[in-house]
T-cell receptor
Framework: GDSVTQMEGPVTLSEEAFLTINCTYT??????LFWYVQYPGEGLQLLLK?????DKGSNKGFEATYRKETTSFHLEKGSVQVSDSAVYFCALGTGNQFYFGTGTSLTVIP | SAVISQKPSRDICQRGTSLTIQCQVDSQVTMMFWYRQQPGQSLTLIAT?????????ESGFVIDKFPISRPNLTFSTLTVSNMSPEDSSIYLCSVQEGTGPPQHFGDGTRLSIL
């Protein structure tokens, strides 16, 4: 069945470091891919999405490119800030079916 | 964008009891979703609730255990019935605006069963 596999955390980075959180997927069709973020004490928020191969989603300095050849959707940010500390979830959607990864906790230290 | 209020935010319950979780949205939405996040695991969809129709449950979830109400376009409840320690999880409400993925989530209800 469809699924996503997400890099395990926790991840701790210094401010201004480069961030990569890996996400790979398994799907029988042509899914859309998403990254959600959950800041401490808050609900999940949609961070970015890509609906077809080679699409790049971007928001708040974060980027992820839908790579069909490697079945990946890695999240990247060139320079993280303390305010980026949160849990990040990769997700796959086909129609109204959505599958979430287990989440990766990121802590950015000053 | 939609703002979701979910309550209670947390509760500790006795085995065998039931708890109803409420989800209020500040705008009218067609589809509302209920998810469960067990400790250390990803989110799992319990059911999809459309106003005016029976909720659609995912494999492994049944109405007798997780009855859902959707009386209008801004409100839904999920009841966790006859609770056991295995039901200890975070339960989240989510809404979809237009078509596409769930875009907005409530803060979740952290449920612990003794």
């Amino acid at each position: 069945g469809d699924s996503v596999t997400q890099m395990e955390g926790p991840v701790t980075l210094s401010e201004e470091a480069f961030l990569t959180i890996n996400c790979t997927y398994t799907a029988t069709g042509y899914p859309s891919l998403f990254w959600y973020v959950q800041y401490p004490g808050e609900g999940l928020q949609l961070l970015l999405k890509a609906t077809k191969a080679d699409d790049k989603g971007s928001n708040k300095g974060f980027e992820a490119t839908y790579r069909k050849e490697t079945t990946s959707f890695h999240l990247e940010k060139g320079s993280v800030q303390v305010s980026d500390s949160a849990v990040y979830f990769c997700a796959l959607g086909t129609g109204n079916q959505f599958y979430f990864g287990t989440g990766t906790s990121l802590t950015v230290i000053p | 964008s939609a703002v979701i209020s979910q309550k209670p935010s947390r509760d500790i319950c006795q085995r065998g009891t039931s708890l109803t979780i409420q989800c209020q949205v500040d705008s009218q939405v067609t589809m509302m979703f209920w998810y469960r996040q067990q400790p250390g695991q990803s989110l799992t969809l319990i059911a999809t609730a459309n106003q005016g129709s029976e909720a659609t449950y995912e494999s492994g979830f049944v109405i007798d255990k997780f009855p859902i109400s959707r009386p209008n376009l801004t409100f839904s409840t999920l009841t966790v019935s006859n609770m056991s320690p295995e039901d200890s999880s975070i339960y989240l409400c989510s809404v979809q605006e237009g078509t596409g993925p769930p875009q907005h989530f409530g803060d979740g209800t952290r449920l612990s069963i003794l």
